[in-house]
């Protein structure tokens, strides 16, 4: 599996795909080369880091890109992001995928959470039937590592842009998690002729590995796993409520010894209630 082909074809279903990149080394030529094959679907693009114009020389000349200024300078605030989604959705007749560029600049006005729940509702298709993809840009040398570790949860597809001793020469590791559990990991290295042309130097082979389902060491100051041992003795104990499980020749039984209070008086059965 190409995982660079499938991302910049679409070929691979992934509702959100993060694209994570810095001042050094950006990712906006990736939206360009992915809007590019993705010309049976409505593109809206929202655009809380530069000004439509900006934007409209970095796509390609295309009908079906929609654009929206979403960041009021004057007033400093952004527009809300799930209210823009649902004006989108109503009005669109065919398939939607929309581009944020960028959700850091989204999240430095509203709290994370907030942003964390707007994405979790954009991207489920029970809520947004018509939107088959989200692919937002987020900057690692403005947002938190811990944010941006909760966002790659919920992505399907990552993309890591970084940069090298060459200002014109990138690095991209892109990860794409199957619904087998297991992850398809490429990396990549190309030469950024412009901020819309990107020639790829060498193409390596995909590595399948799998994903790490592993408890982490630092959640809390006690062990939360177990040894192969503690395991093993963990399997061979036998609990106390097993036991009736066993089958016996005596049947299902019960037996029951009455109490001292017990009223055994079956003509007023709650007479003990002092009604």
């Known amino acids: 599996m190409n995982v660079y082909d499938s991302i910049v074809r679409g070929t691979q279903a992934s509702r959100l795909i993060l694209i994570e990149d810095s001042f050094l080394a950006k990712g906006q ?30 796509f390609p000349s295309l009908s079906n890109i929609q654009y929206h200024d979403c960041f009021e300078i004057l ?24 581009f944020i560029d960028s959700l ?16 979790l509702d954009i991207t489920s298709s029970d809520k947004f039937p018509n939107i088959v993809q989200v692919v937002a840009v987020i900057h690692n ?9 909760h966002l790659k949860n919920l992505c399907k597809t990552h993309v890591l842009v970084q940069s090298t001793n060459n200002p014109l020469v990138l690095n991209l590791r892109l990860e794409h998690k199957r619904s087998n559990g297991k992850c398809v990991v490429q990396k990549l290295k190309g030469e950024l002729k412009s901020d819309i042309v990107f020639q790829l130097i060498n193409d390596l082979p995909p590595q399948q590995i799998e994903e790490d389902k592993s408890i982490p060491t630092n ?6 796993d177990l040894q192969a041992s503690e395991k093993k003795a963990k399997e061979e104990l036998i609990l106390p409520y097993t036991q009736v499980q066993i089958p016996s020749n005596t049947g299902g039984m019960i037996h029951y010894v009455p109490d001292e209070a017990d009223d055994w008086d079956e003509e007023d059965p709650d007479d003990d209630l002092e009604i």
């Open 29 to 58: 030529f990736l939206l360009h080369l992915m809007s590019a094959n993705r010309k049976s679907y409505d593109i809206h693009v929202l655009c809380y880091e530069n000004l439509v114009p900006k934007y409209q020389t970095l």
């Open 75 to 98: 007033n400093n605030c952004v527009s809300p992001l799930e209210e823009i989604i649902i004006r989108v959705a109503a009005k669109s007749t065919r398939k939607i995928v929309i």
């Open 104 to 119: 850091s600049m989204y999240m430095l006005l509203n709290r994370f959470n907030k942003v964390y729940r707007e994405i």
């Open 141 to 149: 040398d403005v947002t938190e590592v811990n944010q941006i570790g």
């Open 219 to 224: 959640l809390a100051s006690f062990k939360l």
